[in-house]
DNA sequence: AAGCGACTCAACCGCCACACA
DNA sequence: TTGTGTGGCGGTTGAGTCGCT
């Protein structure tokens, strides 16, 4: 808060005329009521006083006693949270210290939006001021373009830093979802397990046996991963509001909640993905000549049109806003600089709200421009699509054994349920999904940072023996894994290391 | 100097979890 | 088991300030 906490109870007593007056002038002046209306706005430093004397006294806690043990014309909230940010005596005045921004940073990266989590590592300090903090932080670079987190706590993140502070979380704790939540994505995960339930993947059950959070804190770069891949996957409490929502629904998704089949969609797609080996971008992109490169579909920005926009209430708590890692995507080393700024929150909300077009359908941001939330969109939408026309064969994975094997464990049917949530191949998920050049889900690129390898030029991408190469090099990935393609999609989502 | 937009931050609001009767 | 009170949390708002033109 850059100690603003004196600056501003300067300027609010300043501007109000209320100068330090005595606890009896704040009485009488009609500041402290006891019976009357609850007073709302600015404290003033009588009512501090009051507040300070009433905590000295009695201690924390029973806020509502407040008023009627001292005559403050305040709400037992307003007195919880005026003694909590501004009174207590053990809070840190002033600017944020470089080593406490970062701390922020990394605690941000690994829990998202949990500001009193945040506030509890840092002493001193106020969730509401690091919460002040960040937003404008997130503004700031958001407008200029710059990516949330640096590299380094990225890079801190996925190496394995999870023995620090996600140490300290315990995995049974009743909030351990709150990893799943971040900037805002809320995808339902308990409409997420009744569509695993539903035994339509082959490795939902023990994709369910893992709570997510510790499900996602397996391999690499386990939950980390997860609160940077999906910053705000929300909690149950919010689930729950989708549940009683969507009772009927049972595993199969229903054509009536279209934003969820969104999110759902993009959910089994993930899934269903799990149980093949990851089919190359290259093929893909060598039958994209005049085609939009994921079955000429509409963009994600259309996708929500229509579903999800603001114009119409969002059941269920659904609410869009790019993950922070979004943002924007640099260049390798550019960390502080502009490359290639994303829309705006702003400018992503108004092509959230845009009505869909048949311009927007060919103009379409394709995922690797636009970073992952757009590519979970775009995916979704590429499903939606696929169902109504049979996906393109782009990829021949029947010649993959273990994808083989893999494809007729799926009870959707590769082949196309058109009934089903996932009427179409998980391989053409992948196939469609996959960028025309590679810079968002880039193959080659995730193979190399997976194995440590940074030997392939980006010039031999579109040869063949080096194409086998990367195949063979990729297999070695055990996309069998639970996180292994959350794995991918952060990897793929990352161009900036 | 004035106007205006961006920024900052304290405070409020609504929701939720928990404790307790 | 249910209802109520309380505290906590995260999102949002609005007033004041700053800085640029």
Known sequence: MKGTTNKSENKKMSKGNCDLV???????????????????????????????????????????????????????????????????????????????????????????????????????????EIKNYWNTRIKRLQRSGTPIYPPD??????????????????????????????????????????????????YSPKFLDIPPSSMLRQGVSSSHTYDLLFPTMHPPKRFRESETLFPGLDGSVSSALPVFNHYMDY??????????NFSSSFDQDLNTNDQLPFGGLSGSHALL?????????????????????????????SWGKLASPLPSLESVDTLIQSPPTEQTHSDCLSPRSSGLLEAILYESRTLKDSRNNPPRETLDISVMPDVKKRSSMNPCGTDGDPNSPLGHSAASVFSEYTPVSGSSIDEHQLVEFMLGCDAMPETVDQDPSHYLVKKEISSLIDFSRPDALLDLCWFGHRNDF
């Not at 605690?107 to 002493?123: D, F, S, T, V, Y």
């Not at 394995?160 to 939540?181: A, C, K, N, R, V």
Request: hydrophobic share 30%; with cysteine; glycine share 12%.
């Open 22 to 128: 005595s606890v009896e002038e704040a009485k009488v002046g009609g500041n402290l009521g006891g019976g009357g209306p609850l007073k709302k706005g600015p404290w003033t430093s009588a009512e501090d006083a009051i507040l300070v004397e009433y905590v000295k006294k009695h201690g924390e806690g029973n806020w509502n006693a407040v008023q009627k043990h001292s005559g403050l014309s305040r709400c037992g909230k307003s007195c919880r949270l005026r003694w909590a940010n501004h009174l207590r005596p053990d809070l840190k005045k002033g600017a944020f210290t470089p080593e406490e921004e970062h701390h922020i940073i990394e605690l941000h990266a690994k829990m998202g939006n949990k500001w009193a989590r945040m506030a509890a590592e840092l002493p001193g300090r106020t969730d509401n």
């Open 153 to 202: 706590v990225c890079f801190q993140l996925m190496n394995g830093s999870e023995d620090d502070h996600m140490g300290t979380l315990p995995i049974g704790d009743t909030h351990h979802h709150d990893l799943l939540q971040g900037d805002s994505i809320e995808i339902p995960f308990v409409e997420l397990n009744n569509l695993l339930n539903s035994g339509y993947l082959s």
């Open 267 to 276: 959910t089994c797609d993930l899934k269903a993905a799990e149980t093949l």
């Open 305 to 333: 049109n229509g579903n999800s926009s603001s114009s119409e209430p969002i059941s269920g708590a659904m609410k869009l806003e790019l993950p922070s890692l979004q943002y924007s995507e640099t260049q390798p080393g």
